[in-house]
């Protein structure tokens, strides 16, 4: 059974400050990984993806991803009260994504 | 650009009664399709997806089906639901080549009465 482990939260940011999201996979040959950020009542939203190890950045976004731990991991930059969302990870095999419970993060103002 | 639609957005179904959900996409050819379904704050389910035309990978046996009848429509169907049956259910759609993000549709709420 291939799993995608998340701490559900809830993680609490005050604003302006860095938001670590972390998140650990089971399937060694996973070769994709997604951050999807969903607001409540609504459907989940692609913010990144990354494929090789190391980092990528794009905007207050930086997802990390190292393969030998297992490990992808999302940092927000400068969070906003509007990143309060839960946040899936997802991680990719050909044709399936298997996806994390979510983290649930709440920016204080 | 690709664009999913997705309806109804809400649904309101009594127990036993038969359900029909439906999705289309626009945009692109051949896509990857996919039915999650998610529980009051819960993870997302894959219940179906599929890489083709009459082509249907079943992930959870249950008494829920799907269907292709179209290169860019996906149909989840029940003949009688059930109380467990309520959530919210997503489409999502991605290229497929493989390891492609999936996007998805803006979901159908059904409550089962």
């Known amino acids: 059974q291939k799993e995608v482990e998340q701490n559900s939260g809830p993680l609490s940011v005050p604003e302006g400050a860095i938001a670590s999201l972390n998140c650990t996979y089971s399937?060694?040959?996973?070769?994709?990984f997604f951050w999807y950020r969903q607001y409540s009542g609504k459907s989940p939203e692609l913010i990144m993806f990354?494929?090789?190890?190391g980092d990528k950045e794009d905007g207050r976004f930086t997802a990390q991803l190292n393969k030998a731990s297992q490990y992808v991991s999302l940092l927000i930059r400068d969070s906003q009260p509007s990143d309060s969302a839960t946040y899936l990870c997802?991680?990719?095999?050909?044709?399936?994504?298997?996806f994390g419970q979510g983290t649930r993060l709440t920016i204080n103002p | 650009s690709q664009t999913i639609h997705q309806w109804p957005a809400t649904l309101v179904q009594p127990v036993g009664s038969p359900l029909s959900l439906e999705c289309t996409v626009e945009g692109t050819s051949n896509p990857n399709l996919y039915w999650y379904r998610q529980a009051a704050g819960r993870g997302l389910q894959l219940l179906f997806y599929s890489i083709g035309i009459g082509q249907i990978s079943s992930e959870v046996p249950q008494n829920l089906s799907a269907s292709r009848p179209q290169d860019r429509q996906f149909i989840l169907s029940s003949k009688k639901l059930l109380l467990s049956d309520s959530g919210f259910y997503l489409c999502a759609w991605s290229g497929g080549q493989g390891n492609q993000p999936q996007h998805f549709g803006d979901g159908t709420r059904l409550s089962i009465l």
């Open positions: 399937d060694r040959g996973s070769q994709s």
């Open positions: 990354i494929y090789s190890n």
């Open positions: 997802a991680v990719g095999g050909a044709q399936k994504l298997v």
